[in-house]
Nanobody, 122 residues
C-alpha cells in the first residue's frame, strides 16, 4: 500500500510559476513510476507528465518546455515545476504511482493522491 500527499497548489497569475510536491509513503518509492495528471470539471483526467524509476521523463505536448518533473528518492518525493503558466493550466492536479514502467494511461495507476488545486488567473 502506498499513500500519496500533494501540496503546493494555489492561485498564480498568467506567466507565473508554481512547484507541486508529492510525498509518498508505505513502500519502496524508488522502484515506482510516478506521474502527474490533471482534471477540470466535466473532463476526463489527463496525463501531464511522469518520471520512471530510472529517471526517464515524459510530458504531454501541452506542457512540454514549460513543466519539469523530478524525483528525490531519498525524500520519497516527486515534484512538478510549472513555469509560464496559462489559464488553461487551471485544474486539480493529482499525483499517481504504479509499479513497473511509466505509462500515460490513467487506469494503469494503482495509487492516487487527493489532488491539489492550481488556478491561473489575473
Amino acid at each position: 500500500q502506498v499513500q500519496l500527499v500533494e501540496s503546493g497548489g494555489g492561485l498564480v497569475q498568467p506567466g507565473g510559476s508554481l512547484r507541486l510536491s508529492c510525498a509518498a509513503s508505505g513502500d519502496t518509492f524508488s522502484t515506482y513510476a510516478m506521474a502527474w495528471f490533471r482534471q477540470t470539471p466535466g473532463k476526463e483526467r489527463e496525463f501531464v507528465g511522469g518520471i520512471s524509476s530510472s529517471g526517464f521523463t515524459s510530458y504531454a505536448d501541452s506542457v512540454k518546455a514549460r513543466f519539469t518533473i523530478s524525483r528525490d528518492n531519498a525524500k520519497n518525493s516527486v515534484y512538478l515545476q510549472m513555469n509560464s503558466l496559462k489559464p488553461e493550466d487551471t485544474a486539480v492536479y493529482y499525483c499517481a504511482t504504479k509499479r513497473g514502467l511509466l505509462s500515460t494511461t490513467l487506469y494503469r495507476y494503482d495509487y492516487w493522491g487527493q489532488g491539489t488545486q492550481v488556478t491561473v488567473s489575473s
